[in-house]
């Protein structure tokens, strides 16, 4: 990180020239109440004598030359609100000095890496120099150019680290943030000008939640972990190597463990040692165990090529993930239901954004459909349901087996009906029946009981998708690594724990009444949530799991590789 600028000499001075005042804010106050006993302060700040028409100049272009994107279109609006509300005075200059809370917010930009930025973006690289020649009799021009250069910045800072950089919807993800973003004017206004510790209220926009802060304090300490590694890679081999056989990369393997944490730091490693075993073996379990594998302790290709991703890749998914997490709303109604589809795992959140318990899942690809990312409340829970098979499963998978074995239908507990539920047959298709299916005049649905796909319960949470949370009758399909085997819907791995944690506000659903109703004789039976729930299927590669450890998981998707290009991009960005 570049040095604070507050650590320079003439900037210290200035900033102990200068008391700093802070001014309540009350939120049931509008604009002119609030600044009527700031106006005449403000008016001071015009002691440079800078000229309006110059201030209007820049703002009224929505244009500054002296920024690394001069453009500042998609803010003009808030840039012109926020010198409006001043009198079109200087915000971060007053009585011939910087304000130091113009410092502060430097001080943020220049370090806008810490939050997983480019300080670029922000002009980062260029304040050392600016401030520089405002200690050397800058003009009116330079003081107009130095503030709004500032003003923009900021802003640009402010809504990239509260909702991101880039719009969830260009990746056609339903959360909208584009009706949530703060106002930036007011913010500044009220929060940062005239702020004690402008730093730390901006810091109030981030992301709230407990799993991004964990991620985020660990994005040095992979940093760390890069500037430590040799970039050394372990040798591959074409067999896989277990615990108490040779293995000619046993000390890179040692080192690489132990300089990112999965070998602890007082563990004394063999430094001519040619056997692979045990702290070696039990690092490899742990290091298997964060990257979503099964920790076997086995040397495989797959681990391997883990253990050769380089540590900028990390941090790589680190910041790509830290970008998603400010994708999604800051507050609930209450604690919601959370998938994180690359991590294949379910988790129900308490208040204070722990964790209430999580759960395996099971999500959607290897059919071609991918489990969409969105943000929904959980309105019902259907016990015992039936399986309705989507149109396209029923052309496209239906039909066929029908087509080689008209007793199908019969053998897999399906039936036909008509549009309004009535059954046509759940026997042997005759030709006719079978156009009708073909045509969807007539669809199939899958009865209730242990061999439906969906198991015996279903939790709902409606969407245009028709995605839902659901059991599963195949429950050995868990035991995999890599869980990709539904149709778009999301599989629970012992979903009766999440059913009756949802219906916790419903008198009377508890666990034991949740798995008695699943295993009982009454189904399709519907239960409406007395309070419903958010629910949301979110996208991050890097995690920070319950034990406190970092978790790194394949881009499923490629949805990592579609934001970094949409980021690489610079800006403008897509919003």
């Not at 810091?203 to 890069?226: D, I, M, N, T």
């Not at 997490?325 to 129900?348: D, T």
Request: charged fraction near 25%; proline fraction near 8%; glycine fraction near 6%.
């Amino acid at each position: 990180m570049r040095t604070p600028v507050y650590r320079h000499q003439w900037l210290v001075m200035v900033l102990t020239s200068v008391v700093v005042a802070g001014m309540p804010v009350s939120s049931g106050e509008t604009f002119p109440a609030l600044f009527a006993e700031q106006r005449p302060a403000l008016r001071d700040q015009r002691s440079f004598g800078v000229s309006i028409p110059a201030l209007h100049g820049i703002v009224d272009s929505a244009h500054n030359a002296d920024l690394r994107w001069p453009d500042f279109t998609p803010y003009k609006t808030e840039v012109a609100k926020l010198y409006e509300t001043n009198g079109y005075s200087l915000l971060w200059l007053q009585n011939d000095r910087i304000r130091p809370q113009a410092l502060a917010v430097i001080n943020l930009l220049e370090n806008a890496d810490a939050k997983g930025l480019e300080p670029e973006d922000y002009d980062g690289s260029r304040w050392h120099e600016r401030l520089l020649k405002l200690d050397q009799k800058p003009s009116k021009q330079d003081l107009v150019s130095f503030d709004t250069a500032l003003t923009v910045s900021l802003m640009r800072y402010i809504r990239a680290i509260h909702c991101g950089r880039v719009n969830p919807k260009e990746f056609k993800f339903q959360l909208d943030m584009e009706g949530k973003q703060p106002s930036l004017a007011e913010f500044i206004q009220t929060q940062v000008l005239n702020a004690t510790d402008p730093a730390a209220e901006i810091q109030k926009l981030e992301p709230p939640f407990l799993g991004y802060r964990k991620l985020l304090a660990l994005l040095p300490v992979y940093e760390g972990y890069a500037k430590q590694d040799d970039g050394k890679k372990l040798p591959t081999s074409t067999k896989t190597v277990r615990p108490g056989q040779p293995y000619s990369g046993v000390v890179r393997l040692g080192r690489f463990l132990k300089a990112i944490g999965d070998i602890p730091p007082d563990v004394q490693l063999d430094p001519n040692a040619t056997i692979y075993e045990g702290a070696l073996v039990e690092g490899v379990k742990h290091y298997q165990d964060r990257h979503g594998e099964s920790p076997t302790g086995n040397l495989d290709a797959r681990t391997i090529s883990e253990l050769n991703t380089p540590p900028p890749d990390r941090i790589r998914q680190i910041k790509l993930t830290l970008e998603r997490w400010r994708w999604l709303p800051h507050s609930f109604s209450q604690p919601p239901v959370v998938v994180n589809l690359p991590e294949y795992r379910v988790r129900a959140m308490n208040r204070d954004g722990t964790v209430a318990f999580y759960k395996n899942v099971i999500i959607g690809k290897a059919y071609g459909h991918k489990s969409p990312v969105f943000e929904k409340e959980i309105q019902y829970v259907v016990f015992r349901p039936y399986w309705d098979v989507t149109p396209s499963i029923q052309r496209n998978e239906i039909v066929p087996h029908i087509e080689k074995d008209p007793n199908y239908i019969a053998k897999h507990n399906f039936e036909v009906v008509t549009p309004d539920g009535q059954v046509v047959t759940d026997n042997q298709v005759s030709p006719e029946v079978l156009e009708g299916i073909k045509s969807l005049h007539l669809m199939v649905r899958q009865k209730p009981g242990e061999t439906n796909s969906l198991g015996l319960v279903k939790i709902i949470f409606p969407n245009p998708e028709n995605v839902y949370l659901h059991g599963t009758d195949a429950p050995e399909l868990f035991s995999a690594d890599v869980r990709d085997f539904s149709h778009g819907c999301i599989r629970v791995q012992k979903p009766a724990d999440l059913v009756a944690w949802v219906l916790r506000n419903n008198p009377g659903w508890d666990l034991e009444r949740v798995k008695a109703t699943m295993n009982g004789e009454k189904n399709n039976l519907q239960v409406n949530l007395v309070t419903r729930i958010p629910v949301l299927i979110v996208y991050g590669t890097a995690t920070v799991n319950e034990e406190n450890q970092i978790r790194f998981f394949d881009d499923i998707y490629g949805y990592d590789a579609d934001l970094e290009k949409a980021l690489a991009a610079g800006y403008p960005y897509a919003w």
